[in-house]
C-alpha cells in the first residue's frame, strides 16, 4: 500500500505536502516569543497544547518576502523524531491522498528556488504540491553539531 | 501565574465545621469543669476537647486564620502537659481553656463575617504556657478495692487522692469489734477517736463479715485512712494485727499510650504529637537548594580543573576519588533537601473535604468525597500550584457530573454521589492524581454539536473541554460559574508544571480525570523586565544590583577597551561596563534603557541596561531542548500567566560572551 494522507498547505504561491503521519496537529498562529540568538527562520518559541516548541516561519524559511499576516495563518506541528516543532504556512489546505508513485524528483528550477527544501513534487488534479524535507527545514544538521 | 486557590472557597465548609468544632469543645470543657468540682476525673472529656482542638487547628491553617492555630495550638499542648501528667485540667487552666476556646468562637465568627479575625488576645498564649504548672496532678483515682472504690464520694477520693500525691501514706484498716475489746474501751467510737489524732479519716464503711457457708458472724469497719504515723501505732488503735493496716498504693500516673489520635477520613493516624517537627518557611528551603546549585557548579569547575592537570600528566588520583566521593555526596544533600520539601499529599488534599461540604451544601447534590493517598508525598511549591486544579475539578465534579439526588435515584444509583480523589507515585519521579466521580459522565455528541467538530474519542473530547470558555452549560452556576476552566487545570498540569492530563468517561457511569505532575519542580524567584517590546526574567538569585542609569555620567567607551555598545559607568568608586541588553540581544539599539541590572562574574561585576523592571516572582522554570531555539544565554522559558513562554536570561553566560569578545 502506497497511498497515503498527506496535510497540504501553502506558503506563497506554492502548495506544499506532508505525510499526515509526520503532523500531529495544526493551530492558528498568533505571535511567538522571538528567542535572540536563534537562527533568523526562526520566529521564536510557542507554547502548543502545554508543549514549548520552535516554530519555523516557512515564508522566511524558502526565501520569499513577508506578508501582512491573515488569518488563515496555521502552525502545521510536526515530529521528528523526538522533536515537535512547528511550521507556519500561509494557509492550510485539506487532507490529500497520494498515492507514493506520484512523487517525483523535483525539477531543477523547483529545487533551486526552495533551496533543497523540497524533496519531491508530484501533481494531484492538476495542482502540483511539493513534499516538504523536514529534516532540512528543521535544520536537522544543528543537532547533531 | 498560577491563579491562587482562592481561600472564599474553603471558607464557608471552615465555618461550619469550626463552629461545630468550638461546640464540641465547650461541650466538653463543661464536662472536665464538673469533673474537677467533683473531684473526678473526665479523661475522656479531656480527649475529646484535644480532638475538636487538634482539628480546629487544622481547618485554620489551611485558610490561613493564625490567631486561631496559635491559641488552639497553646491549648492542646497544656492538654498534652495535663495528660501527661496523669492528671487533669485544673481550675485555672480549665478556666484558661474555656477563654481560649471562647477566643477562637468570636474569630470563627468574624471569619464567617467576612471580617479579618482579630490576633490573639494579648497575654493570652502566655497564661495558657504558665497554666501548664498549675495543672492538678489529682485526677487519676488510687485503687483500693473494687467495693471500696464504688463507696467512696467524688469529694472523699479527691482528698485521698491529694494526699496520696502529696506524699501521704493512704491506709486500709480493717476493725472487727469484739467483745473482749469493748471490754477494754475498743469500741469503734474510740477507734475513730484515737485515728482522728493519728490521720484524717476519709471513710468509714461497716460491713458484715460472712463465714464460709454464708453465715453472718458479725460486723466490722473498714475505715480509709491518710497518715503519716507508723503502722504500728494504727495496728496499735484499731487493737488489731499489723495485717488489717493495708498501705494504698499511690495513683499511677496515666500511661502515655492515651495520646489522644486523630484519625483524617481516608483512616490515617495523624499523630499530634509523632515525630518532633519544625515548621520552615519555604524560601528557606529554597536558599539551601540555590546555595547547593552553587555548590554543584563549583564542583564542576573542580573537575575541569583536575582535568586539565590530567591534561598535563599530573597524578590526579587522588584528587579524582575525593572528588567523586564529594559527587556522591553531593546527590545525597539534594536528596535530603527534596525530602525536606515533601509535604503528605493526604495534607494538601484534605481543603477539598472542606470545600466538598460547601458546595453540597449551597447545592441540591448530595455527595461526599473519598480520599486515598496513602503515603504519597509531593513537593510543597508543586502542592500549591496544584491545588486550584484539583479545586476546579472538584468544582466541576459536584456541578456537572453528580445528578441531583432525585435523578441518581430514579437512575438506580447510590443516593450519595462519590467523588474520588486518589494519588500514588509512579515511574519517573510522578505523582499520579485521579479524580473520578460516579455521575453522568460526558455525552460527547453533546460536547461535539457545542464545539462545532468531531469527539471520537477521550484524546479529542479534552482538546474540546480545554478549549478556553467551553461550557456544556448554558447557565452560569453559582460555584463552576460560566466555563468549566479546564483550560486552567491543563495550563496548572501541563504548562506549568510539565505534567500531563488525561480524561476518560463513560456516559451513565462517570467521568475520570488523571493528572500526572512531577514530585519536585525547579522554582526559581525572578525579576521581570522589558527590553523593547519584549519582556525576560533572570533569576534573583544572579543579580548584585539594580540601578537606576543616570542621564549624564556613563563614561564614553575607550578605545581598546569592550567592544560598543559597552560603556563604563563609575559605581560605588569602581568603573562597570554597562552592557546594552536590547543591542545584546539585537532587540534595540538599547537609547530606551532606563535601569541597570548588575552581575558578578569571576569577581568582576556587568551591568546589563534594560528598558524597565516588571515585577518579582517566583515562576517553574522549563528547559527549550530544541536546537533550533538553543542560544547562548537562553536559560530556559516559563509562564507569567498569560499562556505565552517568557524566555529566562542567563545574565552570566551573555556576560561572559561580551568579555570575551572583548578579548
Given amino acids: 500500500m502506497t497511498v497515503a494522507l498527506h496535510v497540504t498547505f501553502r506558503v506563497g504561491n506554492a502548495s506544499y505536502a506532508l505525510p499526515a503521519s509526520d503532523v500531529l496537529h495544526l493551530e492558528s498562529y498568533d505571535e511567538a516569543t522571538h528567542v535572540p540568538g536563534a537562527p533568523a527562520y526562526v520566529a521564536g518559541i510557542v507554547q502548543v497544547r502545554g508543549r514549548l516548541i520552535p516554530v519555523v516561519d516557512l515564508r522566511v524559511r524558502f526565501g520569499l518576502p513577508p506578508v501582512e499576516p491573515t488569518i488563515d495563518r496555521r502552525v502545521v506541528v510536526v515530529q521528528l523524531g523526538s522533536r515537535v516543532a512547528g511550521l507556519i504556512v500561509d494557509s492550510a489546505r485539506e487532507v490529500v491522498k497520494i498515492d507514493h508513485a506520484a512523487f517525483e524528483k523535483p525539477p531543477e528550477i523547483i529545487a533551486r528556488e526552495t533551496a533543497g527544501f523540497v524533496k519531491a513534487v508530484a501533481m494531484i488534479a492538476r495542482r502540483m504540491y511539493l513534499l516538504v524535507d523536514v529534516p532540512r527545514v528543521l535544520g536537522e544538521e544543528l543537532s547533531h553539531g | ?663
Fill in chain 2, 1 to 663: 501565574m498560577t491563579d491562587r486557590v482562592d481561600l472564599r472557597e474553603f471558607i464557608g465548609g471552615f465555618v461550619v465545621e469550626a463552629a461545630e468544632l468550638v461546640t464540641a469543645a465547650n461541650a466538653s470543657l463543661i464536662d472536665i469543669e464538673a469533673g474537677i468540682a467533683e473531684g473526678v476525673p473526665r479523661p475522656r472529656a479531656g480527649r475529646d476537647l484535644f480532638r475538636a482542638l487538634h482539628t480546629i487547628k487544622g481547618l485554620a491553617g489551611m485558610v490561613g486564620v493564625e490567631s486561631i492555630v496559635e491559641i488552639a495550638h497553646a491549648l492542646e499542648t497544656l492538654l498534652r502537659a495535663a495528660e501527661r501528667s496523669g492528671g487533669e485540667l485544673g481550675r485555672v487552666a480549665a478556666e484558661l481553656a474555656l477563654q481560649g476556646v471562647q477566643a477562637i468562637a468570636e474569630r470563627v465568627r468574624a471569619v464567617s463575617e467576612g471580617g479579618a479575625p482579630a490576633p490573639v488576645p494579648a497575654g493570652m498564649l502566655e497564661a495558657i504556657a504558665a497554666a501548664e504548672t498549675t495543672i492538678d496532678v489529682v485526677a487519676a483515682a488510687p485503687s483500693i478495692s473494687p467495693e471500696l472504690d464504688a463507696r467512696l464520694s467524688p469529694s472523699e477520693r479527691r482528698q485521698l487522692s491529694i494526699a496520696l500525691v502529696a506524699g501521704t501514706p493512704g491506709w486500709l484498716l480493717s476493725f472487727v469489734p469484739s467483745e473482749a475489746n469493748a471490754a477494754r474501751g475498743v469500741t469503734i467510737g474510740a477507734v475513730r477517736a484515737q485515728l482522728a489524732t493519728l490521720g484524717e479519716i476519709v471513710k468509714l464503711v461497716p460491713r458484715t463479715v460472712t463465714g464460709a457457708a454464708g453465715a453472718q458472724l458479725g460486723i466490722a469497719f473498714d475505715i480509709v485512712l491518710v497518715s503519716a504515723a507508723p503502722r504500728e501505732a494504727l495496728a496499735e488503735a484499731i487493737a488489731g494485727p499489723v495485717e488489717r493496716v493495708i498501705a494504698i498504693p499511690p495513683p499511677r500516673p496515666v500511661p502515655a499510650a492515651v495520646e489522644p489520635e486523630v484519625r483524617d477520613a481516608g483512616g490515617e493516624v495523624i499523630s499530634p504529637i509523632g515525630r518532633p517537627v519544625v515548621r520552615v518557611e519555604l524560601g528557606r528551603l529554597d536558599e539551601l537548594q540555590d546555595q547547593l546549585s552553587l555548590l554543584i557548579v563549583s564542583r564542576f569547575r573542580l573537575e575541569r580543573e583536575i582535568a586539565a592537570h590530567a591534561e598535563r600528566g599530573h597524578d590526579v588520583r587522588g584528587l579524582r576519588q575525593a572528588v567523586d566521593l564529594q559527587g556522591r555526596q553531593l546527590r545525597d544533600l539534594r536528596r535530603a533537601i527534596l525530602r525536606a520539601r515533601m509535604v503528605r499529599a493526604s495534607e494538601v488534599l484534605e481543603p477539598l473535604s472542606l470545600l466538598i461540604r460547601s458546595l453540597a451544601r449551597s447545592s441540591d447534590k448530595a455527595v461526599r468525597l473519598e480520599l486515598e493517598t496513602r503515603d504519597a508525598e509531593l513537593d510543597k511549591a508543586v502542592a500549591d500550584r496544584l491545588l486550584p486544579a484539583l479545586v476546579h475539578l472538584v468544582r466541576n465534579a459536584v456541578d456537572h457530573a453528580i445528578e441531583p439526588v432525585a435523578e441518581r435515584i430514579a437512575r438506580g444509583k447510590p443516593r450519595l454521589g462519590t467523588i474520588r480523589v486518589a494519588c500514588r507515585e509512579i515511574a519517573g519521579n510522578q505523582l499520579e492524581l485521579v479524580i473520578s466521580d460516579d455521575g453522568r459522565g460526558i455525552d460527547r455528541a453533546e460536547v461535539a454539536r457545542r464545539a462545532a467538530r468531531p469527539v471520537d474519542d477521550d484524546v479529542a473530547l479534552l482538546e474540546v473541554l480545554c478549549g478556553a470558555g467551553f461550557s456544556t452549560r448554558d447557565v452560569a452556576t453559582r460555584t463552576s460559574g460560566r466555563g468549566l476552566g479546564m483550560d486552567i487545570v491543563r495550563r496548572i498540569a501541563v504548562s506549568e508544571l510539565g505534567g500531563d492530563l488525561r480524561v476518560a468517561s463513560t456516559p451513565g457511569a462517570g467521568t475520570a480525570f488523571t493528572l500526572c505532575v512531577p514530585l519536585t519542580i525547579a522554582i526559581v524567584e525572578v525579576f521581570a523586565f522589558a527590553c523593547g517590546r519584549q519582556s525576560f526574567v533572570v533569576p534573583v538569585a544572579a543579580i548584585e544590583e539594580i540601578f537606576e542609569l543616570p542621564d549624564a555620567g556613563v563614561i564614553p567607551p575607550r578605545t581598546g577597551g569592550l567592544r560598543a555598545p559597552a560603556s563604563l559607568l563609575e559605581r560605588r568608586g569602581h568603573a562597570i561596563p554597562v552592557v546594552s541588553l536590547g543591542a545584546e540581544l539585537a532587540i534595540d539599539d538599547g537609547t530606551a534603557a532606563r535601569k541597570a541590572l548588575v552581575i558578578r562574574r569571576n569577581g568582576e561585576a556587568i551591568a546589563f541596561s534594560v528598558d524597565r523592571m516588571l515585577g518579582r516572582q517566583e515562576v517553574v522554570v522549563r528547559t527549550i531542548g530544541d536546537p533550533l531555539v538553543t542560544a547562548p544565554g537562553i536559560a530556559g522559558a516559563t509562564d507569567l500567566g498569560d499562556g505565552r513562554p517568557t524566555l529566562v536570561l542567563d545574565l552570566a553566560e551573555l556576560g561572559r560572551a561580551v568579555r570575551e569578545r572583548a578579548l
